[in-house]
């Protein structure tokens, strides 16, 4: 069953570092995994916890939040503020019984086309290990799909 | 303002015992501004325990979000009736006084409380909070710099610093510092060290808790 699954990943992404990395790696003709879903976001600090379960509650089997590299932040401290409420939720979905594995938080710099890549590729391999989310409606729910 | 901590959610989930529909009722009042059970800490509760339900199995739970401008006032706990009508419980993110008045209100509800009300007090700095108010109804803050002796100082002394103040800070930890340090320097820089020459008597706790349940009634308010 796991070699089958194929792992639904959000991925909330900052528009001056991920989101532009994700472009470049367009650009660059780069492979990575088609089960990462981009939410691009102004700062990764505007990310809010609720967001976060949302997204696991709408069955999303893995999410990350990707920001500017610490010290880069467009807004100074966002990235910052973002890795802090992530360690939390973390601790939090512990705390559910879904794992705080399935959340994670990643810096990368505009220019990370590569490390894009890398992160997406990184990312769905943890999930795929992991198996599919005990929150994920049962096969064939359509009604219930990730938006 | 009241300061309170969400309970560990285990420990808020096992009060569900099997519930269908709860209704969650958050304050906006001193718990939203201490982060623990405002309006986002409602969805985030709401969220978390019918994700945990979901995973542990057993019948959906269906989670309503209530937040009331205060919980500690019967005209607007008032507008919960008609919510948790069809509400196996209630869970309250408000301070203890707040789920009280809500179990007042609703008679036939189970009101279960989702924080542990910590103590009175303030922000120092974002995400910090420390007591600064021992409640005790007798204040004496015009004697010491403006700094409570009662819930700042670990023994709460009257003609303090007791033996056990060093280097500033109190026996019983190091991330305690001494009331009475404080409010020594306070004075000192205050220029009124003299105050301190005046041994205060035996405080009477009457008008503590040690009298009993309080009350404060104001004839000239009243309807």
Known sequence: MTAEFEPKIVAFCCYYCAYSAADLAGTMRLQYPPNVRLVEMPCSGKIDPRVLLAAFEAGADGVYVAGCLEGDCHFLKGNLRARKRVARMKVLLDEIGLGGERLEMFNLPSSGGPRFAEIAEEMTERIRRLGPSPLRPPAGDKGSEPR | ???????????????????????IVGCKECVTVCQAGGEKEVGLLAAALSMKRRIEGGPPLEAVEMTVQRQCDPEYVQPLSGPAADCDMVISTACGVGV???????KDKWVF????????????????????????????????GGICPIARCSKSLLNGPCGGSHDGKCEVSDDIPCGWQ???????????????????????????????????????LKL
């Not at chain 2, 009280?100 to 609703?106: D, G, M, N, P, S």
Request: aromatic fraction near 8%; proline fraction near 5%.
């Open chain 2, 1 to 23: 303002m009241i300061v309170a901590e969400q309970k560990p959610l285990e420990e808020i989930y096992g009060f569900l015992n099997g519930a269908r529909k709860v209704l």
């Open chain 2, 182 to 220: 404080l409010i020594y320097d306070r004075l000192k820089a205050l220029g009124r060290l003299d105050l301190l020459t005046e041994v205060q008597p035996p405080k009477s706790w009457r008008t503590a808790r040690d009298g009993g349940p309080r009350k404060v009634v104001r004839e000239d």
């Open chain 2, 100 to 106: 009280q008045f809500v179990a007042e209100h609703l």
């Open chain 2, 113 to 144: 409380p989702a924080l542990n009300t910590r103590f009175g007090g303030g922000s120092v700095e974002q995400g910090i909070w420390e007591e600064r108010c021992g409640f005790c109804g007798d204040c004496v803050l015009h004697l010491t």
